[in-house]
């Protein structure tokens, strides 16, 4: 099975979804660092029978806010001297900006080029999230 | 530094251009495949200072002739059994289809959706690559 050594100092950003890696990857900005990546998909998992990994060196300081709307079953640790630092919970973030685009044709996003498209949630039980512009729901 | 076991049996594509390797896992359909597939940014390379790695496990059977038009110097390990079975040599490919597109604008391909774009290996030396309909060279 293909591993990727653990890393010194950096960021392990396991259970993800099989699949959901790239987009992932593209949502963070990784392909605008410098830094070693390594992207895995399609890994064994017990828990999710298949899953992506990623792993970022020497980068720890990250908005990995957006992961929480993404996918909150999402686990990070933050590794520094071969130790895990940190165990980042996700949260539903409040906020989400330029991640989904809102599919009301007649919303002022779906017509403007250069609005921002901006998501707030609504409902944290039944995690809604609505555009604040039109107010429909995002799916 | 980030590293990834050797694969017992699967591809191991190496000397990727530093930032290269996505545009790979595009050209190679990779997202499409079930299979477990990593991807390296930025090792660090005697060779090239920095560079990308892919590997690919338990698919040993690919049309990789896509990557001698992108970086002949790309080299491809094929393992089996933890032994390398093979060494791929890449070579200029003779045709390139759908990979790179026209830039004349009065081309058909620019103008009909629905063609193909390929191009032909016109001088091996030179490297020249011209457009099967209105000749331009790609650069």
Chains 1, 2 share one sequence.
Request: glycine share 2%.
């Amino acid at each position: 099975m293909l591993k990727i050594d653990s890393v010194e100092k950096g960021l392990v950003i396991d259970h993800i979804q099989a699949g959901k890696a790239m987009e992932i990857y593209k949502y963070l900005n990784l392909d605008k660092l410098d830094c070693s990546v390594a992207i895995i998909k399609n890994v064994k998992s017990k828990k999710l029978g298949k899953k992506d990994i990623i792993k970022v060196e020497n980068n720890i300081n990250m908005d990995l806010t957006v992961l929480g709307f993404i996918d909150p079953n999402i686990t990070i640790n933050v590794i520094d001297n071969d130790t895990i630092i940190d165990k980042i919970k996700l949260e539903l973030p409040y906020e989400v900006i330029n991640v989904v685009k809102c599919k009301n044709p007649r919303c002022i996003t779906s017509i403007e080029q250069e609005i921002q498209h901006k998501f707030k949630l609504t409902d944290k039980e039944k995690k809604t999230y609505r555009c604040v512009y039109c107010d429909t729901a995002y799916e």
